[in-house]
């Protein structure tokens, strides 16, 4: 069985300082990892994904995550928030092992972006 | 890449009724899933569609309840039964290419049900 935990439900930053938004994931196959995006009152945006190869995995509008297998961790960073990244993140798990896509998601955490 | 499409966006529906959501994706997919998102919580998925048989639910979700088809590689409906206020949720159709080394999952924008 797979499962993902995002430490803290909320997180609020300065514009222009560093985002980190922790996701841990528990897995006994090798996980494909997610980092998708929900703006107020919108569907989900794919940020960025890890399926293999490089584990620092760069996606849109400046975020990267690193996948650590050490410490099961797939965290999302940015060197410089801006106001228009105030939403909600969730991190999600698929599987290789056939799962064909099927996610799941950790319980997402709002982001709050100061002037 | 794959565009789903979801219809209605939006509806407001009225206690003990049913509503059938579709989806349509734009090329062919090899998996679609139905996800659920009640008020400011995370997604959960209902099911697998399976192409010309049965979805396959996960835990706490039920055919009398989201019968789900797909008859074919991309369209797919879910409909919400009987429906209570507790059914209040963005419903989202996603769909994978399902290639182990390396599927991309697209999601649709969601279909906002308000039960009254």
């Known amino acids: 069985a797979q499962s993902v935990t995002q430490l803290g439900s909320h997180v609020s930053v300065s514009e222009g300082a560093l985002v980190l938004l922790r996701c841990n994931y528990s897995?006994?196959?090798?996980?494909?990892l997610f980092w998708y995006v929900q703006y107020p009152n919108q569907g989900l945006q794919l940020l960025l994904k890890?399926?293999?190869?490089?584990?620092l995995v760069k996606g849109i509008n400046g975020f990267e995550a690193e996948f650590k297998k050490s410490e099961t961790s797939f965290h999302l960073t940015n060197p410089s928030a801006h106001m228009s990244d105030a939403a909600e993140y969730f991190c999600?798990?698929?599987?290789?092992?056939?799962?064909?896509?099927?996610?799941?998601f950790g319980q997402g955490t709002e982001l709050s972006v100061k002037p | 890449s794959a565009v789903i499409s979801q219809k209605p966006s939006r509806d407001i529906c009225q206690r003990g009724t049913s509503l059938t959501i579709q989806c349509q994706v734009d090329s062919q997919v090899t998996m679609m899933f139905w996800y659920r998102q009640q008020p400011g919580q995370s997604l959960t998925l209902i099911a697998t569609?399976?192409?010309?048989?049965?979805?396959?639910?996960e835990s706490g979700f039920v055919i009398d309840k989201f019968p789900i088809s797909r008859p074919n590689l991309t369209f797919s409906t879910l409909t919400v039964s009987n429906m209570s206020p507790e059914d209040s949720s963005i419903y989202l159709c996603s769909a994978s290419t399902g290639a182990v080394s390396g599927n991309t999952i697209y999601f649709g924008e969601g279909s906002w049900l308000t039960v009254v």
């Open positions: 999600a798990v698929s599987d290789q092992n056939n799962q064909g896509g099927k996610l799941i």
């Open positions: 897995s006994s196959v090798p996980p494909y």
């Open positions: 569609a399976n192409q010309g048989s049965e979805a396959t639910y």
């Open positions: 890890y399926t293999t190869g490089a584990t």
